[in-house]
């Protein structure tokens, strides 16, 4: 078993640029989650999926849109992206309180 | 509003040492409280976690202690080791966990040889 992954593993994009990122879990689990991480501010919720077709704000959504078409695919989009959206984004899944993370996608955003 | 306070942010014991690092919590609603080990370039990976039914919980050299009526919990890092050297995060979540983790934000830990 894979686990979680995320495409790509490293991106820079230039203001107002697009993009999406994926993550995939192999674990049949219900629920996913977009975090982002920044320096001395842990990591934050940004949008989860309790299921498939189904979405919920977390604690810092805007900027960002998310889609759970199918089960094992979590896909975060920035529609035009800002310096700010720098981060490290991580995707993780879980079937309860156990969360389990991908490696982790590094995102510049000049 | 930080829902979880993790202290210290960065942390030097020696090898073979205690390690302790402290978080507490504002929302009694938090039910289930983890603690996730990081190491550069990787994602967080679960360490140990507990239930505020149990105010102790071992695996191995690490310990959670935790104080319901504080709203305090800990973890305890027994003869600490250079393979130690991470990043910790405390978490806490509620309801079955599909809401997500909120995540203390962090303590850098540097076990020296």
């Known amino acids: 078993n894979a686990g979680v992954t995320q495409t790509p593993k490293f991106r820079v994009l230039k203001t107002g640029q697009s993009m999406t990122l994926l993550c995939a879990q192999d674990?049949?689990?219900?629920?996913m989650y977009w975090y982002r991480q920044d320096p001395g501010m842990g990591l934050r919720l940004i949008h989860y999926?309790?299921?498939?077709?189904?979405?919920a704000k977390g604690e810092v959504p805007d900027g960002y849109n998310v889609s759970r078409l199918k089960k094992q695919n979590f896909l975060l989009g920035l529609e035009s992206a800002a310096p700010s959206q720098t981060s490290v984004y991580f995707c993780?899944?879980?079937?309860?309180?156990?969360?389990?993370f991908g490696p982790g996608t590094r995102l510049t955003v000049t | 509003q930080q829902q979880v306070k993790q202290s210290p942010q960065s942390l030097i014991v020696q090898k073979g040492g205690i390690s302790i690092i402290n978080c507490a919590y504002e929302?009694?609603?938090?039910?289930?409280f983890p603690w996730y080990q990081q190491f550069p370039g990787k994602g967080p990976a679960l360490l140990i976690a507990?239930?505020?039914?149990?105010s102790e919980k071992k695996e191995g050299r690490f310990t959670i202690s935790f104080n319901k009526s504080a709203k305090q919990f800990s973890l305890h890092i027994m003869d600490s080791q250079p393979g130690d050297s991470a990043t910790y995060f405390c978490?806490?979540?509620?309801?079955?966990?599909?809401?997500?983790?909120?995540f203390g934000k962090g303590t850098h830990l540097i076990i020296q040889p």
């Open positions: 993780a899944s879980s079937y309860g309180v156990e969360q389990y």
């Open positions: 674990m049949n689990h219900e629920y």
């Open positions: 999926s309790v299921g498939e077709g189904t979405t």
């Open positions: 929302n009694t609603a938090f039910d289930y």
């Open positions: 507990i239930r505020p039914d149990v």
């Open positions: 978490a806490a979540t509620s309801g079955g966990g599909a809401d997500g983790l909120t």
